[in-house]
């Protein structure tokens, strides 16, 4: 009896280490997609320039816009992994899931909140992107600007827009807010209703 018990038991840790195993190597295979994907992208629509020191991004947008019409900008935070397109879906679940070709993704792209009428125009534009646990991909980064070292390595990030704009951001504020806060309002009433907001 007690060696059935033992044999059961050694089956049960097999088949767990098993899955797990299965599930690491998943894991593993969706984030190197995700480097070899986006990485591949950005090295086929940008060309990194430097001016004065200082470097910027030109973007082939007319074969990038051809490839996805719902791409509205590509976003770049120097020396870090945020490099990428921003789309707009027809709703906020579009690319939640899935990439610029519309293959499923679980990372899925970087987008603007359906809502904005006209993108990195309208008073505050809300961007998402995933907050990767491993490797840094997607916007996962972002979190380290609570760190003041991180601030003050990359105090500026760039969007640059089809129209051949490149508006130039300073991180002012960091945190971790819940999705009922006011940073995601898009309008406000008035200039006063802006009182607090940071």
Known sequence: ?????????????????????YNLINIYLNYKKIDDDYGEIAKTYT?????????????????????????????????TNVNYPVLQGETNDTYIHSDIDHNELSAGSIFVASEN?????????????????????????????EEESFYKE??????????????????????????TSDQYNLTYATDEALNGFS
């Open 1 to 21: 009896m007690k060696k059935a018990i033992r044999y059961i038991l050694l089956t049960v840790c097999v088949c767990v280490f098993c899955y797990s195993a």
């Open 47 to 79: 060309e990194e320039k430097v001016e004065e020191k200082e470097s910027y991004l030109q973007i082939n947008w007319d074969e990038l816009l051809q490839r996805n019409k719902d791409v509205k900008a590509w976003i770049q935070i120097p020396n």
């Open 117 to 145: 009428e006209d993108p990195f125009n309208d008073f505050n534009t809300v961007i998402y992107g995933h907050n990767m646990k491993i490797g840094g991909e997607m916007f996962s980064q972002l979190k380290e600007y």
């Open 154 to 179: 990359h105090p500026n990030f760039y969007i640059y827009t089809p129209d051949g704009k490149t508006r130039t951001y300073t991180v002012f504020s960091a945190a971790v807010v819940k999705d």
